[in-house]
């Protein structure tokens, strides 16, 4: 039987923060936009984000937040769709916010107050959205034709808004990615990010027991430091100051962890000796973290529970060091299971960074996480969704 064909000006492949933007500028400027997306449900992923409240932007945008083989190439988006205009679009809908560390701009009450106002502005655009629509395929011609399940539609531009690898129904993973190859496009390597780091067998063994201890530390790879809390699993570590070192971190690296960011600890034991000599190096320590990870560090290094005034000058230096620097070697992620983000994507030097139109195929945009632009934890992915979405909605 043949289909019947249905032509928009643009066709949107993902209900997400990126798609639903994009939509709703190109409705304002009077196009004629469809949105098609295999789950049953728009923005899904923004309803889980947050943890259930959205952690819709960050006060205090900067480029430096992002991770891209081009760090410049998100800058113009951000700058004609910055947080302040996220801001302005909640004051809107009435959406309040609250100020949580780091700048991170939260909703107040749930994150579907964020999905429910999309909705509201793609209706106010017409933008005509399409949900199960079960597998797709593409090809260009003279214009761009989808077909999906049942339909298949005709359109002048094509906006890849699929988001990254993970959690997506499994039927349509990696559906972005294979677009961009499909058209010749280049596809930076992707990999989890903001991900749990996993324990090796040797330090699972030794560190496993600690779980749910968590600790405010600095946590740093490749000249990237976050201080926040890491939290220790069974699996391995967690935490945000984890999450976030976890981005830049690549399969063999070793990542330093400062577990007492706040002291100079190498003054601090020395003062105690002078002024608890008969104390245990072990309850010292237990003075400022959890003494079962005080335990596990001393042991795992040998070093011998005694008064501290035992320990000449220079080895209370060593003793600083494997707290000041403690050396965590992964054997690897949790993978997409649990990353909150993919990093990697769609080479940005194929896309225009005003339009996000690819330079190669006229009239296919990438927007969003499919692309290779990757935000710090604390609300930097979301905007990035909205911007990028925002700028290719003035072009399609
Ligand atoms: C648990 C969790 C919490 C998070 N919390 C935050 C947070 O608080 N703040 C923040 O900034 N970021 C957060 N993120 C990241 C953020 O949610 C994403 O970066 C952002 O949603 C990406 O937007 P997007 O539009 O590119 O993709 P998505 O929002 O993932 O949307 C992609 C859409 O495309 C659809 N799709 C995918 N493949 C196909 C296909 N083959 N056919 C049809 N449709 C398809 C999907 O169903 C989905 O609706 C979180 C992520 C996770 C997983």
Redesign the pocket.
């Known amino acids: 039987m043949e289909l019947s064909i249905t032509h928009y000006n643009a066709i949107i ?9 994009c939509a709703i500028e190109a409705g304002k400027r009077h196009k004629n936009v469809l949105i ?4 049953n ?6 309803l ?4 259930g ?6 006060l205090s945008l900067s480029e430096n937040e992002f991770l891209s083989q081009n760090r410049h190439f998100p800058i113009s988006a951000l700058k004609r769709f910055s947080q302040h205009d996220t801001i302005s679009l909640l004051q809107k809908h009435g959406i309040t916010t609250c100020e949580r560390e780091h700048g ?1 701009l ?1 909703c107040e009450k749930s ?1 579907q107050d964020i999905v429910n106002m999309l909705l509201k502005e793609c209706k106010e655009s017409n933008v005509a959205i399409k949900k199960s ?1 079960g ?2 395929k593409v090809e260009k011609r003279e214009l761009f034709r989808v077909w999906s399940k049942n339909e298949s539609y005709t359109c002048n531009s094509l906006v890849i ?4 690898m ?4 499994k ?6 990615y294979n677009i961009a190859r499909q058209f010749n496009i280049n596809v930076v390597r992707i990999k989890a990010g ?1 991900v749990p780091l996993t324990y090796g067998n040797d330090d699972s063994k030794i560190f496993s027991e600690l779980s749910g201890i968590a600790i405010d530390a600095v946590a740093s790879s490749k000249k990237q430091y976050f201080r926040e809390n890491i939290l220790f699993t069974h699996r391995g570590l967690s935490g945000p100051a984890i999450l976030q070192v976890s981005s830049y971190w690549e399969q063999g690296d070793t990542i330093e962890i400062d577990l007492m960011p706040n002291i100079d600890l190498c003054d601090y034991l020395k003062q105690r000796k002078l002024k608890r000599p008969k104390a245990s190096i072990i309850s010292i320590l237990a003075e400022l973290a959890p003494k079962r990870l005080v335990e596990k560090i001393c042991l795992n290094n040998l070093v011998v529970n005694k008064p501290i005034n035992q320990f000449p000058d220079k080895e209370i230096i060593k003793i600083a060091g494997l707290f000041k620097n403690w050396s965590f070697k992964p054997n690897g992620t949790e993978g997409y299971r ?4 993919t990093v990697g994507g769609v080479d940005t030097n194929e896309l225009s960074s005003k339009t996000m139109e690819s330079k190669k195929v006229e009239g296919l945009y990438f ?5 290779d632009v ?2 710090n ?9 909205w911007s ?2 925002y700028c290719a909605g003035q072009f399609v």
């Open positions: 492949i993902g209900a997400g923060a990126s798609g639903l933007m098609l997306d295999h789950a449900k728009a923005g899904q992923k923004i889980l984000s947050g943890g409240q959205c952690n819709v932007t960050n991170r939260f994150a629509c597998s797709l808004a699929t988001g990254g993970s959690f997506q129904i039927s349509g993973l990696g559906f972005g903001l649990t990353a909150e983000v927007i969003g996480e499919v692309v990757t935000g934890l604390g609300g930097y992915n979301l905007q990035w969704a990028s979405g």
